[in-house]
């Protein structure tokens, strides 16, 4: 039969091409090759040519498509045609250049946002049309229409490789990304490893970053649900490893999963030494999943970040939060931390205010100066810099009259009276503002350098993610990683020679107690001590810079009780003691500081040792620590209101007297003090910071 005989059926690859792009009856008869005209110099083995043959259609697309590479565009297919009747089936293929036809035209739709894509269609008439014939019973395509004339310039071999036909990602290529992808690190660092690993130069692989990103995308477009399983399913198995590992979820009313936080093993060790000062960070969100991230993060006595937890919220209510703090505070046995350090949020504010009532809440100054370009850079143009030093300079103030004062000058200098951020700042001024903070603990951490590093830590684990699963893999990656870290430093400090700048047997004291980042804290006050001059007084001393003639710290010291106070509060502060009150320690010819002045949290001790607070006979150990926990969570519940408090010092009491009547068992009191004995020998309590 003919290929005029039937009724030809015409099927487009890309419906916008129906009227966009047409070859009529004169342009799909068959053309000699001298007729065509090639518009770059190829070779005559890729050339197309009337008659040429492929045993598929497919064979004949990748034949024209590397042909259209050489050339320097790539190729689509068109449209196909059929015939209905005797011998229906494909009878015709066109595959046409990727510009040809025009940019259709889309009725709006009110409803439905429209993306703004540019199309790259000018009316091209470059095609290669193959048809099925039948020889000797043999079915095969020959190339029955062929036009090489542009209507575009063609791209250099150097450009034509970023079209999107060219750019492909092969099976072992994707198992790569995925892998690194696993390991936190970036996409752009991703590129450069596999270029290394190929051996081309930069910029040469087959695909591009956002070939990369698009891919990791694609996989985080999984089905909630089976997400939420997965996450589950991994907590499970993580469980079954390590019976330490704590994790807490809780499941919504459609069987959905609403929320679920999670610390490992070494988080709570960790935590009983430096969960005294703790950040809370809930201003990142996995976006591919649409729900907030919480961090609780810390700085260890080598003033790095550490994990203490982590938890993910389907909402930002008061009600996630509280649960989100209420699983936090079981994880660390009721152990509430003395302050915190959150963001802006006032569903948290509330949250913390109930869960954690005996808790110094404070505003986190790197989270709210991130906010400022948006919220000043269009007020202030060009002085927005100038405004922002003057911000940092007044932020770092000691007293509370000299920032109000500050505050002051500042706003009417760069005319922010009537800003409604500025108003909002100064309302929450006792949060954020170094003057109204120096009195609590915050183990630097309200500091811009150490926020800085805390918020690069946080970012490593968050740059390259795929699957929910796996982020709980990647930040015990990130736990383990800052535990080796320590370990490392605190090897390197036995190998290395501390150097001592003033001489002074306090300093040589310090510096075989305390960690190296401690020390180098502790050094700067010494050295700074010598240039200060004190003056006693009929209750205590007048510590000032020795070029000034008047103002000053005081600074109170009882000898007899090895207790010294200076009205700067550094100590208070950061767990240091100020170069004030180490004045005074060396006029009064002491050699040593006191033992309650250098912290437990600051001292040469690794968190692996707290392993060693889990080592007596397990039943025991178990038993003591459901103690600790409900000792904790009564403290905690206790302090919401007077009246829970006299109840419960009264009923403490009582059982206190009753348990002091019980025999004493031998063992466990060699346990007890073998367990004591190995925490360092902690200075007083009343000391620790």
Same mark, same amino acid.
């Given at each position: 039969?003919?290929?005029?005989?039937?009724?030809?059926?015409?099927?487009?690859?890309?419906?916008?091409?129906?009227?966009?792009?047409?070859?009529?009856?004169?342009?799909?008869?068959?053309?000699?090759?001298?007729?065509?005209? *090639?518009?770059?110099?190829?070779?005559?083995?890729?050339? #197309?040519?009337? /008659?040429?043959?492929?045993?598929?259609?497919?064979?004949?697309?990748?034949?024209?498509?590397?042909?259209?590479?050489?050339?320097?565009?790539?190729?689509?297919?068109?449209? +196909?045609?059929?015939?209905?009747?005797?011998?229906?089936?494909?009878?015709?293929?066109?595959?046409?250049?990727?510009?040809?036809?025009?940019?259709?035209?889309?009725?709006?739709?009110?409803?439905?946002?429209?993306?703004?894509?540019?199309?790259?269609?000018?009316?091209?008439?470059?095609?290669?049309?193959?048809?099925?014939?039948?020889?000797?019973?043999?079915?095969?395509?020959?190339?029955?229409?062929?036009?090489?004339?542009?209507?575009?310039?063609?791209?250099?071999?150097?450009?034509?490789?970023?079209?999107?036909?060219?750019?492909?990602?092969?099976?072992?290529?994707?198992?790569?990304?995925?892998? $690194?992808?696993? !390991?936190?690190?970036?996409?752009?660092?991703?590129?450069?490893?596999?270029?290394?690993? &190929?051996?081309?130069?930069?910029?040469?692989?087959?695909?591009?970053?956002?070939?990369?990103?698009?891919?990791?995308?694609?996989?985080?477009?999984?089905?909630?649900?089976?997400?939420?399983?997965?996450?589950?399913?991994?907590?499970?198995?993580? &469980?079954?490893?390590?019976?330490?590992?704590?994790?807490?979820?809780?499941?919504?009313? &459609?069987?959905? *999963?609403?929320?679920?936080?999670?610390?490992?093993?070494?988080?709570?060790?960790?935590?009983?030494? $430096?969960?005294?000062?703790?950040?809370?960070?809930?201003?990142?969100?996995?976006?591919?999943?649409?729900?907030?991230?919480?961090?609780?993060?810390?700085?260890?006595?080598?003033?790095?970040?550490?994990?203490?937890?982590?938890?993910?919220?389907?909402?930002?209510?008061?009600?996630?939060?509280?649960?989100?703090?209420?699983? $936090?505070?079981?994880?660390?046995?009721?152990?509430?931390?003395?302050?915190?350090?959150?963001?802006?949020?006032?569903?948290?504010?509330?949250?913390?205010?109930?869960?954690?009532?005996? +808790? &110094?809440?404070?505003?986190?100054?790197?989270?709210?100066?991130?906010?400022?370009?948006?919220?000043?850079?269009?007020?202030? /143009?060009?002085?927005?810099?100038?405004?922002?030093?003057?911000?940092?300079?007044?932020?770092?103030?000691?007293?509370?009259?000299?920032?109000?004062?500050?505050?002051?000058?500042?706003?009417?200098?760069?005319?922010?009276?009537?800003?409604?951020?500025?108003?909002?700042?100064?309302?929450?001024?006792?949060?954020?503002?170094?003057?109204?903070?120096?009195?609590?603990?915050?183990?630097?951490?309200?500091?811009?350098? @150490?926020?800085?590093?805390?918020?690069?830590?946080? @970012?490593?684990?968050?740059?390259?993610?795929?699957?929910?699963?796996?982020?709980?893999?990647?930040?015990?990656?990130?736990?383990?990683?800052?535990?080796?870290?320590?370990?490392?430093?605190?090897?390197?400090?036995?190998?290395?020679?501390?150097?001592?700048?003033? /001489?002074?047997?306090?300093?040589?004291?310090?510096?075989?107690?305390?960690?190296?980042?401690?020390?180098?804290?502790?050094?700067?006050?010494?050295?700074?001590?010598?240039?200060?001059?004190?003056?006693?007084?009929?209750?205590? $001393?007048?510590?000032?810079?020795?070029?000034?003639?008047?103002?000053?710290?005081?600074?109170?010291?009882? #000898?007899?009780?090895?207790?010294? +106070?200076?009205?700067?509060?550094?100590?208070?502060?950061?767990?240091?003691?100020?170069?004030?009150?180490?004045?005074?320690?060396?006029?009064?010819?002491?050699?040593?500081?006191?033992?309650?002045?250098?912290?437990?949290?600051?001292?040469?001790?690794?968190?692996?040792?707290?392993?060693?607070?889990?080592?007596?006979?397990?039943?025991?150990?178990?038993?003591?620590?459901?103690?600790?926990?409900?000792?904790?969570?009564?403290?905690?519940?206790?302090?919401?209101?007077?009246?829970?408090?006299?109840?419960?010092?009264?009923?403490?009491?009582?059982?206190?007297?009753?348990?002091?009547?019980? #025999?004493?068992?031998?063992?466990?009191?060699?346990?007890?003090?073998?367990?004591?004995?190995?925490?360092?020998?902690?200075?007083?309590?009343?000391? !620790?910071?």
């Amino acid at each position: 039969m003919s290929e005029e005989a039937g009724v030809m059926l015409v099927v487009y690859d890309d419906p916008s091409d129906r009227q966009s792009f047409s070859l009529d009856d004169t342009s799909s008869s068959e053309e000699s090759l001298d007729e065509t005209r *090639l518009s770059l110099e190829t070779t005559n083995d890729v050339i #197309p040519y009337i /008659g040429k043959r492929f045993a598929t259609h497919d064979a004949a697309y990748e034949y024209y498509s590397e042909f259209a590479k050489q050339c320097g565009f790539s190729i689509r297919r068109h449209r +196909t045609e059929g015939k209905d009747g005797v011998g229906k089936g494909l009878t015709r293929r066109y595959f046409v250049c990727h510009r040809a036809g025009n940019t259709p035209s889309k009725t709006s739709n009110e409803s439905k946002p429209r993306r703004n894509r540019k199309s790259s269609r000018c009316g091209c008439q470059a095609y290669m049309r193959i048809s099925k014939t039948t020889e000797l019973g043999s079915l095969e395509w020959r190339v029955t229409g062929f036009a090489n004339h542009h209507n575009h310039e063609l791209l250099e071999p150097n450009q034509v490789r970023f079209l999107p036909a060219y750019r492909t990602i092969t099976e072992s290529d994707k198992s790569r990304i995925l892998m $690194f992808a696993k !390991t936190g690190i970036s996409v752009q660092q991703m590129m450069r490893l596999m270029e290394l690993e &190929k051996c081309v130069e930069p910029g040469s692989l087959p695909f591009t970053e956002k070939d990369v990103r698009n891919l990791l995308q694609s996989f985080r477009k999984l089905d909630s649900e089976e997400e939420s399983i997965d996450l589950l399913k991994m907590c499970r198995n993580i &469980k079954e490893k390590d019976r330490n590992f704590k994790f807490e979820y809780k499941i919504e009313s &459609k069987n959905r *999963l609403e929320n679920i936080a999670w610390s490992y093993a070494s988080s709570v060790q960790s935590y009983e030494i $430096f969960g005294d000062a703790v950040v809370f960070d809930t201003t990142h969100r996995l976006t591919a999943f649409d729900m907030p991230l919480g961090i609780w993060v810390g700085i260890n006595n080598y003033g790095m970040p550490c994990v203490f937890g982590c938890v993910l919220l389907r909402e930002e209510s008061v009600r996630s939060f509280s649960w989100a703090l209420k699983a $936090f505070l079981g994880f660390m046995y009721g152990k509430a931390p003395r302050t915190i350090l959150t963001d802006q949020n006032l569903f948290l504010k509330e949250a913390i205010s109930a869960e954690m009532p005996t +808790t &110094k809440h404070a505003l986190c100054v790197w989270m709210i100066v991130a906010k400022f370009s948006s919220w000043f850079n269009a007020v202030l /143009g060009e002085r927005y810099s100038e405004w922002k030093s003057e911000f940092y300079r007044i932020y770092n103030l000691e007293a509370i009259e000299d920032f109000e004062l500050g505050w002051t000058d500042l706003v009417n200098s760069f005319g922010l009276q009537s800003n409604r951020h500025i108003v909002n700042l100064y309302d929450q001024r006792s949060l954020w503002a170094l003057p109204f903070l120096r009195s609590h603990f915050f183990a630097g951490m309200a500091t811009i350098g @150490q926020s800085k590093s805390i918020n690069a830590f946080i @970012q490593r684990f968050l740059s390259a993610q795929n699957r929910l699963a796996h982020f709980i893999e990647q930040v015990a990656v990130a736990v383990d990683f800052k535990d080796q870290a320590g370990e490392q430093q605190t090897m390197q400090q036995n190998l290395q020679n501390i150097c001592l700048k003033t /001489g002074a047997p306090m300093e040589s004291h310090a510096a075989s107690v305390l960690t190296p980042y401690a020390f180098s804290k502790l050094q700067e006050q010494l050295v700074l001590a010598a240039h200060y001059a004190s003056f006693q007084m009929d209750d205590g $001393f007048l510590v000032r810079h020795h070029t000034k003639g008047d103002g000053g710290r005081i600074v109170y010291w009882v #000898p007899q009780e090895g207790i010294i +106070t200076c009205s700067c509060h550094h100590f208070e502060f950061s767990g240091i003691l100020c170069r004030h009150a180490l004045r005074v320690l060396s006029t009064g010819n002491c050699f040593e500081i006191p033992d309650r002045y250098l912290p437990v949290r600051w001292r040469r001790i690794s968190t692996p040792s707290a392993k060693i607070l889990h080592s007596v006979p397990s039943d025991h150990a178990e038993r003591v620590e459901l103690l600790q926990r409900i000792v904790s969570t009564l403290v905690t519940e206790s302090a919401k209101s007077r009246e829970r408090l006299n109840i419960a010092t009264e009923q403490v009491s009582i059982l206190l007297s009753r348990i002091r009547e019980q #025999p004493v068992s031998l063992q466990n009191t060699r346990d007890m003090a073998l367990k004591n004995r190995n925490i360092c020998c902690l200075p007083p309590q009343k000391g !620790t910071v």
